[in-house]
């Protein structure tokens, strides 16, 4: 019977019900889905890291390594395995695209996971084993011959397997490109006997060994590997830990990216959904209260009562668990699937879902702190006495206000007061609408203020900051600075050289720019364009956080590879997407840093034959990589922007129903004494709007806080400078008030269906 | 002259294929300034019939004139005017709103009534001006009932409607609200009805009605009607 019960009260409340369980399941759907967005990721890119023997070092060298080097790092005690590799950009043969041509010798150790096609033979002397992805770009397939170039030399042979690596995980020929792409840059990899039949051995006796690095497995620490590697091979050498790799970096910059979404807009949801859940529970509860009573009275013992009234909040619980683990795993898919967002930026076999086992737990405690709330909400009204019980609830009763002594106050009309009280006298309901408005506009801001944040970002970056139509790379080894200099005049270009340094045991880039043509432009940290003077150097601002690093400071830091060591003041901060030091050829000059010039920048559009010149790059194929990225964030925002309209809808509905049925009984009264509905209607509109203009001032600063904190996050990956447009702004003010107005205008021509009669015969 | 008058007048209430004639052809007349009780067991029809002469419910068939106004085919807006012009209302519950304190329950009609009288004058009719300041919740039944009638004369109606307006108050009290009813069809020359089921209070009254099973049993006027003191409570 009391089944029958339990599931006709459910349907007497189905808007409180369908309510909660919406903000349940939305709640447990977002906490879900960005858990299960980075910790598939996380397990995902492991599976490739672990299939293809992803290296935890690189040790380089410009002169290149022997096989006694690579003996003497595999007899590091710490060292499982090492390989000699190399990784070169070559030019498809008539063709404009550039492939990164890789050699390991181990191919136990940054190898390739073979996706189709033969697997990899170390002894094979004409097959390449090309990335599948760039392959299916450019309608590639296996079997195919293939060239490719490299200054005079050319390697044919026929594509025999189609391969991803996790040297490759994240596809990209510079630190300018933000998004891999595919049908212009790839990845191959060739046998080691290959490549020495592709090099003539006067060419080889001439340059020495082409392996320029030793990638190495190893469970050591950096600094106990570097000075290991530095005993074992008697020189100081470039290392880089995998954190500094592309690959692994940005990987788990997107992990950790994961990571803070789903520790911020899951709290939001949840605290929501748990306060609804209070105050609607509440609420039924106190309606219920005669009804609680009536078991009492009629010998129910509390413990039965408590249990059925605490099943409809494990009813909602279920339900709204359930469906939020179908929008969990459906929002971990619209991110993360092989046709998906997360696959135009990370190259990975597998795209498995997974959810981390602590999630489970959550929403198992979730569930029973669900119940929790029904229950205390439920032993509320068993309090007593049967007779107590029988009772009808009675809110609060009303104590005079500080406020009401002023004389403002008096003079206020009757609405204005009844509203006013109604809101102090219903705290928890008027705080809960005031979180729902405050977490839309939060949604909204923070959304919208990041398509706003990354537009100027690309604007100021790629537009303003690149300002020239082609980037010319040179093979900076092989010429000599006269003749670079040469080359960039002839293009009437600015240049640029290119330094591996590093500061402590950090690897960063060094850049020495020449600009006399106004093609290259730094941004400073308040997003301005500013001329590089010939002063000092400038860091990044990853640079200035990680080492507190200011104006006038001296920065100290050594190229790899020699003995020199500079200390130079530093004469500002820079917004870069290179992580990295930048100072003009006078004051490399000055500082006696020697360098060989590695690109040009020109508005040029004939680029002449020149032996030296390694490939081009157009500012349009730059700014084609962004239309993806953008693409994606834009899917994003609008996710954000549908979630906040219907929290805001169903936040707001809820507790607007909630507050009809809580002053059902004034409004019959005001009706019979003979107010109109529209008017009644304006009063009940009037105190959602009230707290919808205070939710919206509470929710700008929140928004901007929350926006600003996950650009804090994101720090690491992008220097991010905050920038909220006008647009935003009024979209999300109008967005929010359009929702709360909406929603009053629906809640409020309820009123006309109050039965005056039956509303006032009932006992207060 | 009369002031209500109920021609032929039935209330139809259908749940389906259940049907319950709450009022079954009345037909009824009363004078202005009258102090008149109707009388009847539980479910006669008297509360339907005051809801209907008070505007909160239309009949299914028939015709209510209050003075000179047909008032059984108003729109809910125009009932909503009636109701803040013509008709005061008391109920045995109060209905005070909770949020507003004595004077403002009773000047809020100040925000619909064409000709509203005073509230403090009011308050002081129904002698509550030293509480003028307390929410409802902070007085007793019998002053929460006296509330309620001010601000009902607050509008300055023609008619005061009252529901049972002692039942939820101890013998005492409601003596004290009745004297202050009837002083309001003395002094003021107010046509106060009165929905009971109390058989002394027909007592004081000058028209007495017995409802039964939805239609009027009798309609006595009496020549004599009793002071309040007079009425054995």
Same mark, same amino acid.
Not at chain 2, 21 to 25: S, V, Y
């Given at each position: 019977m009391l089944l029958k019960k339990l599931f006709r009260t459910l349907w007497q409340y189905k808007a409180q019900f369908i309510s909660m369980v919406i903000m349940v399941a939305l709640g447990v759907g977002v906490f879900l889905g960005f858990n299960v967005e980075w910790y598939s990721l996380e397990v995902n890119t492991k599976e490739i890291y672990d299939a293809t023997g992803f290296a935890d070092y690189r040790i380089y060298s410009d002169r290149g390594f022997s096989p006694q080097d690579l003996e003497a790092v595999k007899a590091i005690? &710490?060292?499982s395995d090492a390989t000699r590799f190399l990784s070169i950009n070559v030019s498809v043969k008539d063709d404009t695209d550039t492939l990164a041509l890789t050699v390991s010798e181990n191919s136990a150790v940054s190898g390739v996971l073979v996706m189709a096609g033969e697997p990899y033979n170390a002894e094979d002397p004409d097959g390449f084993w090309l990335s599948d992805s760039y392959a299916a770009a450019n309608g590639i397939a296996l079997g195919q011959p293939l060239t490719l170039t490299y200054q005079t030399l050319s390697i044919s042979g026929t594509v025999k397997g189609l391969v991803k690596s996790s040297e490759y995980l994240i596809c990209l020929p510079d630190s300018t490109q933000m998004m891999p792409d595919y049908s212009t840059y790839g990845f191959v990899y060739i046998s080691p006997v290959m490549l020495d039949g592709a090099i003539p051995a006067l060419y080889r006796a001439l340059i020495g060994s082409l392996y320029h690095q030793i990638n190495v497995k190893s469970s050591l620490d950096k600094p106990a590997f570097v000075e290991a590697a530095d005993r074992a091979l008697g020189t100081t050498r470039l290392i880089l830990s995998r954190d500094e790799t592309v690959s692994w970096a940005e990987a788990q910059g997107e992990v950790n990216e994961g990571k803070t979404m789903a520790s911020i807009l899951p709290v939001l949801f949840l605290a929501i959904a748990i306060l609804t859940m209070v105050t609607t529970m509440h609420r039924i509860c106190a309606s219920e209260k005669t009804q609680i009573g009536t078991f009492k009275a009629l010998g129910f013992k509390d413990r039965r009562i408590l249990i059925h009234y605490s099943a409809y909040a494990l009813i909602i619980g279920l339900i709204g668990t359930l469906l939020g683990i179908g929008i969990g795993y459906g929002l971990g898919w619209f991110i993360m699937?092989?046709? &998906?967002?997360m696959a135009t930026y990370i190259d990975m076999p597998s795209w498995t879902l997974y959810a981390p086992a602590f999630t489970w737990l959550v929403l198992l405690g979730i569930i029973a702190f669900l119940m929790f709330i029904g229950f205390l909400s439920v032993r509320k009204m068993l309090r007593g006495t049967a007779a107590d019980a029988l009772r009808p609830y009675s809110p609060r009763r009303m104590k005079h206000l500080r406020f009401e002594e002023t004389k403002r106050f008096k003079r206020l009309g009757f609405g204005t007061k009844w509203n006013l009280r109604d809101c102090v006298r219903h705290k928890a309901r008027s705080l809960m609408t005031l979180i729902g408005v405050v977490g839309c506009m939060v949604l909204l801001v923070g959304g919208l203020g990041m398509k706003d944040t990354m537009d100027a970002f690309l604007d100021i970056f790629y537009e303003k900051a690149i300002n020239y139509t082609t980037r010319v790379n040179l093979d900076a080894e092989n010429m000599t600075l006269a003749e670079g200099k040469a080359l960039a005049e002839s293009l009437e270009g600015d240049w640029a050289a290119s330094r591996a340094v590093q500061i402590g045991d950090r690897g960063y880039s060094l850049e020495i720019y020449s600009v006399s043509h106004d093609l290259v432009r730094f941004v400073d940290q308040d997003m301005r364009i500013i001329p590089l003077t010939d002063d000092g150097a400038y860091i990044c601002s990853r640079i200035a956080r990680d080492f507190h690093l200011k104006p006038g400071d001296e920065l100290s830091f050594s190229p790899y590879d020699s003995t020199e060591h500079y200390t130079v003041p530093v004469a500002g901060v820079l917004d870069s997407m290179t992580e990295g030091i930048f100072m003009t050829a006078a004051f490399a000059d000055k500082a006696g840093i020697s360098y060989q010039i590695s690109s040009v920048f020109t508005d040029s559009q004939a680029v002449p034959d020149h032996p030296r010149i390694l490939n081009q790059q157009s500012k349009r194929s730059i700014m084609d990589s962004f239309d993806v990225f953008m693409d994606l964030m834009n899917k994003m925002i609008w996710l954000l922007v549908i979630a906040a309209v219907i929290l805001g809808i169903v936040v707001l509905y809820n507790l607007g129903v909630m507050s009809y049925t809580e002053r059902y009984r004034e409004m019959a009264t005001l009706k019979v004494v003979g107010f109109q509905d529209s008017r009644i209607g304006r009063l009940l509109i009037s105190q959602n709007l009230w707290l919808t203009v205070l939710g919206i001032f509470i929710g700008m600063p929140a928004g901007v806080g929350v926006l600003q904190y996950l650009l804090t996050a994101l720090a690491s990956e992008y220097e991010l400078k905050l920038v909220l447009g006008p647009a935003t702004w009024l979209v999300s003010v109008l967005l929010t008030f359009g929702v709360s107005l909406v929603v009053g205008l629906m809640v409020a021509r309820k009123n006309r269906h109050i039965d005056m009669v039956a509303a006032l015969k009932t006992a207060e | 002259m009369a002031i209500v008058e109920f021609r032929d007048v039935s209330r139809v209430y259908r749940n389906g294929e259940h049907e319950q004639?709450? #009022?079954?052809?009345v037909n009824l007349s009363l004078e202005e300034g009258k102090f008149i009780v109707i009388l009847g067991p539980s479910g006669a029809g008297k509360s339907t019939l005051l809801n209907m002469l008070g505007g909160l419910d239309s009949p299914t068939e028939g015709t209510i004139i209050v003075n000179g106004k047909d008032i059984s085919t108003l729109t809910p807006n125009e009932l909503a005017e009636y109701r803040a012009a013509s008709v005061g209302f008391v109920f045995q519950s109060y209905n #005070?709103?909770?949020? #507003?304190t004595v004077i403002e329950n009773v000047a809020l009609v100040k925000e619909i009534a064409p000709n509203p009288l005073s509230s403090h004058e009011m308050l002081r009719a129904v002698g509550l001006e030293d509480h003028i300041h307390q929410f409802p919740s902070e007085l007793s039944g019998g002053e929460q009932q006296r509330v309620s009638i001010a601000r009902a004369l607050a509008k300055n109606p023609h008619i005061l409607l009252c529901d049972?307006?002692?039942?939820? #108050?101890?013998s005492e009290t409601g003596v004290l609200v009745l004297k202050l009813l009837l002083s309001m069809a003395r002094d003021m020359g107010k046509t106060i009805i009165i929905v009971t089921h109390n058989q002394n209070i027909a007592k004081m009254a000058d028209v007495v009605i017995r409802v039964k099973n939805g239609k009027i049993r009798s309609c006595e006027e009496q020549a004599h009607p009793l002071a309040v003191e007079e009425v054995d409570w």
């Open positions: 005690d &710490g060292v699937n092989p046709d &998906g967002a | 004639r709450a #009022l079954d052809h #005070l709103i909770p949020t #507003l049972e307006p002692t039942g939820a #108050l101890d």
